[in-house]
């Protein structure tokens, strides 16, 4: 359990990191390409043991690595594109509410328990997910053509977490977890700044120190949330549909917490409703794993 609330905090810490972005007016892609960056290397030093880059490619996760972090890059594109087509807050629902599809792949393919208290308390982290994500903004009207972008969101951000968990469960040794976080994020990287470098070219972009700062800031916490993750998905007495659920649903709530407490971020009465929703739900799971 220890790993999943550090878990956690290092992604709400990721929270508290992007909206200090809004501030200083970081280029939140630069940020993220030093971010992944700086992530790869928390995991090597993590990691602790000599690296044959030679050989690295016949473990049997390495292809999945690969596929996470071409996913990871083409996301957070998506997310962009979605956040100005649709506004922030059709991305946060999309993203938080992808939760269903690992949970349902943990129930069907690993055949996890999903006894009445369990499927409530998962079903009610759900819509309360969906409500704490509704902020007060200006509303938007999403044409049909906009409707695919949220949906690959969603669907994407699904895809990330289910094979996560099955990487981990079938090929991942625990010793070898910090070498497996490493290449998902060095994967990305080496898209990110590829993508850059495209950029720099045509002058769409200037490279600016604070925002390697940014990315520093944002890198460390990213790479445990990653790790903690996958080692709390390890945890015989957890089954995955749970992690996700209690991972997904603490997120948003000390998240939610942090905005109230340093940035002053205000709650509707639907928040309101969502953030009781989601205590209830993890008593019911809680009770369900007693």
């Not at 200083?24 to 090597?44: D, E, H, P, R, W």
């Not at 979605?82 to 807050?89: A, E, I, K, N």
């Not at 009207?141 to 969603?154: E, G, R």
């Not at 469960?169 to 070898?176: G, H, I, Q, R, Y």
Request: charged share 10%.
């Amino acid at each position: 359990m220890i790993y999943l609330l550090l878990s956690i905090l290092a992604s709400s810490i990721i929270f508290l990191v992007f909206k200090l972005f809004e501030g200083f007016k970081i280029n939140t892609f630069q940020a993220i390409v030093v971010n992944y960056f700086i992530a790869c290397v928390s995991g090597l030093v993590a990691y602790g043991q000599p690296i044959d880059l030679i050989n690295i490619q016949q473990y049997a996760w390495f292809p999945g690595t690969i596929f996470l972090g071409f996913l990871f890059i083409v996301i957070f594109n998506l997310m962009a594109i979605t956040t100005q087509r649709s506004g922030l807050s059709v991305v946060s629902v999309s993203t938080k509410m992808s939760v269903v599809i690992p949970i349902c792949f943990g129930l069907f393919y690993y055949q996890e328990a999903a006894g009445f208290l369990k499927l409530t308390g998962i079903g009610l982290a759900l819509i309360a997910v969906y409500l704490v994500s509704l902020k007060k903004t200006t509303a938007k009207t999403i044409s049909k053509n906009d409707l695919l972008f949220p949906i690959l969101v969603f669907v994407g951000s699904g895809i990330i977490d289910t094979t996560i968990k099955f990487l981990e469960a079938s090929f991942v040794a625990k010793e070898d977890v910090p070498l497996f976080s490493a290449v998902i994020f060095a994967t990305a990287f080496t898209l990110g700044i590829l993508v850059f470098i495209f950029q720099l070219y045509n002058r769409q972009q200037k490279l600016q120190i604070k925002n390697i700062l940014g990315g520093i800031a944002l890198g460390v916490p990213n790479y445990f949330s990653i790790y903690f993750l996958v080692q709390a998905l390890r945890n015989p007495n957890l089954e995955s549909s749970v992690v996700f659920t209690l991972n997904n649903v603490g997120i948003l709530m000390l998240a939610t917490l942090l905005g109230i407490v340093f940035f002053k971020e205000k709650l509707s009465t639907k928040n309101w409703i969502g953030f009781g929703l989601a205590v209830f739900s993890i008593i019911l799971i809680a009770i369900v794993k007693a």
